[in-house]
């Protein structure tokens, strides 16, 4: 009976039953769910196409692998699709707990590891260290390097950026309930408002999740109902993702800096967030305050997880002068699991509690 019971499985079911079988990682403490079987295909001829497809026709798969029972407020996944880049060797799909992100730094870092693992990429040379993921997000191509050894990946995952650039610098907006309070827009993959936490009171280093949570969503509303966030390129990037509040530390350091982001419907990064860190690195340089190639090391408040993020180079996005962003960090398998979905289920395409 013991040896029968080591090996939990599911009880016989209709083979008809639709199931959902993934590979979960997380990266600094920031899940990934990973769809490996069981999603639909995404119909559209570019990514973006499918993207918009998925929120239209599919977006209960986004539920039922976010939402509880099977996942939770702050789950974050990604389904894999074909991209029409030539030099691309996957595409992605990121979901969240409101919709669909146009860029997901934690989950570029996962997703290298996962692709060399899993063998969407080429097995790298013998005696190869690091191998190269051309990874196809949506806001555009972004490229990991997986340190590797006998083809597999065992170490940290870096990657490059898209053109990363300050929309905004000392924008003044007025947030209910905190009066005028001066923020940047930048933008990392995806927009983001930084503003510090002293600003409204608070550290954000020790003060409680969910003080940082009120103010940082009351910072992202106020900013979505006074300042017009604009894509220079393309219309689909033109929405704000959420907030990061900081230390206040912009000014490069060795020591590290701590913030926590705040996206989609009040979810919490527990990782420093890498397009977040990407746009801090981008504001930091658009100040004066970073050079090229100079490391900072960034911090998440709510897990005291690390990433590094630098400017490796100057880029352009439309008119605005831009830097491409690398950005580290150590990704990590936790499980993979079958997800089944029974028709006669009230809650199979999940629930979350307000």
Same mark, same amino acid.
């Given at each position: 009976?013991?040896?029968?019971?080591?090996?939990?499985?599911?009880?016989?079911?209709?083979?008809?039953?639709?199931?959902?079988?993934?590979?979960?990682?997380?990266?600094?403490?920031?899940?990934?769910?990973?769809?490996?079987?069981?999603?639909?295909?995404?119909?559209?001829?570019?990514?973006?196409?499918?993207?918009?497809?998925?929120?239209?026709?599919?977006?209960?798969?986004?539920?039922?692998?976010?939402?509880?029972?099977?996942?939770?407020?702050?789950?974050?996944?990604?389904?894999?699709?074909?991209?029409?880049?030539?030099?691309?060797?996957?595409?992605?799909?990121?979901?969240?707990?409101?919709?669909?992100?146009?860029?997901?730094?934690?989950?570029?870092?996962?997703?290298?590891?996962?692709?060399?693992?899993?063998?969407?990429?080429?097995?790298?040379?013998?005696?190869?260290?690091?191998?190269?993921?051309?990874?196809?997000?949506?806001?555009?191509?972004?490229?990991?390097?997986?340190?590797?050894?006998?083809?597999?990946?065992?170490?940290?995952?870096?990657?490059?950026?898209?053109?990363?650039?300050?929309?905004?610098?000392?924008?003044?907006?007025?947030?209910?309930?905190?009066?005028?309070?001066?923020?940047?827009?930048?933008?990392?993959?995806?927009?983001?408002?930084?503003?510090?936490?002293?600003?409204?009171?608070?550290? =954000?280093?020790?003060?409680?999740?969910? +003080?940082?949570?009120? &103010?940082? %969503?009351? /910072? !992202?509303?106020?900013?979505?109902? $006074?300042?017009?966030?604009?894509?220079?390129?393309?219309?689909?990037?033109?929405?704000?993702?959420?907030?990061?509040?900081?230390?206040?530390?912009?000014?490069?350091?060795?020591?590290?800096?701590?913030?926590?982001? =705040?996206?989609?419907?009040?979810?919490? +990064?527990?990782?420093? &967030?890498? %397009?977040? /860190? !990407?746009?801090?690195?981008?504001? $930091?340089?658009?100040?004066?305050?970073?050079?090229?190639?100079?490391?900072?090391?960034?911090?998440?408040?709510?897990?005291?997880?690390?990433?590094?993020?630098?400017?490796?180079?100057?880029?352009?996005?439309?008119?605005?002068?831009?830097?491409?962003?690398?950005?580290?960090?150590?990704?990590?398998?936790?499980?993979?699991?079958?997800?089944?979905?029974?028709?006669?289920?009230?809650?199979?395409?999940?629930?979350?509690?307000?």
């Amino acid at each position: 009976m013991e040896s029968a019971l080591a090996v939990p499985r599911l009880p016989p079911h209709d083979p008809g039953t639709p199931a959902l079988s993934v590979v979960d990682m997380h990266t600094g403490g920031e899940p990934l769910r990973i769809v490996l079987a069981g999603c639909p295909e995404v119909e559209g001829p570019t990514l973006l196409a499918k993207r918009r497809y998925m929120r239209q026709h599919l977006d209960y798969v986004r539920r039922r692998l976010m939402f509880e029972p099977r996942g939770h407020r702050d789950m974050y996944g990604a389904v894999l699709v074909q991209s029409e880049l030539p030099d691309a060797n996957l595409g992605v799909l990121f979901l969240h707990n409101e919709g669909y992100s146009s860029m997901c730094g934690h989950a570029v870092l996962a997703l290298g590891r996962f692709a060399l693992d899993f063998g969407l990429v080429p097995a790298p040379p013998a005696g190869t260290c690091e191998a190269r993921v051309n990874i196809h997000c949506p806001c555009g191509l972004v490229t990991a390097f997986v340190e590797c050894k006998g083809g597999r990946s065992c170490g940290p995952v870096r990657f490059h950026s898209v053109p990363a650039f300050v929309l905004a610098s000392d924008l003044m907006v007025d947030v209910p309930g905190h009066g005028k309070v001066v923020v940047d827009i930048a933008y990392g993959g995806a927009f983001y408002a930084l503003v510090s936490a002293e600003k409204f009171g608070l550290d =954000v280093c020790s003060a409680k999740t969910r +003080d940082l949570v009120n &103010t940082a %969503s009351a /910072v !992202t509303e106020a900013v979505k109902a $006074q300042f017009k966030i604009t894509h220079p390129d393309n219309e689909d990037f033109s929405f704000l993702y959420g907030t990061i509040l900081t230390d206040g530390k912009d000014a490069y350091s060795e020591e590290p800096t701590t913030n926590i982001c =705040v996206f989609a419907d009040e979810q919490v +990064d527990r990782s420093p &967030t890498g %397009s977040g /860190v !990407t746009a801090r690195i981008a504001l $930091q340089y658009h100040k004066g305050l970073l050079k090229l190639n100079q490391t900072r090391i960034f911090k998440s408040s709510a897990t005291g997880s690390v990433f590094t993020g630098k400017a490796v180079r100057e880029a352009k996005c439309g008119d605005f002068k831009a830097v491409i962003v690398e950005v580290s960090g150590q990704a990590h398998y936790t499980g993979a699991a079958s997800l089944t979905v029974e028709d006669d289920d009230p809650l199979k395409d999940g629930f979350l509690l307000k």
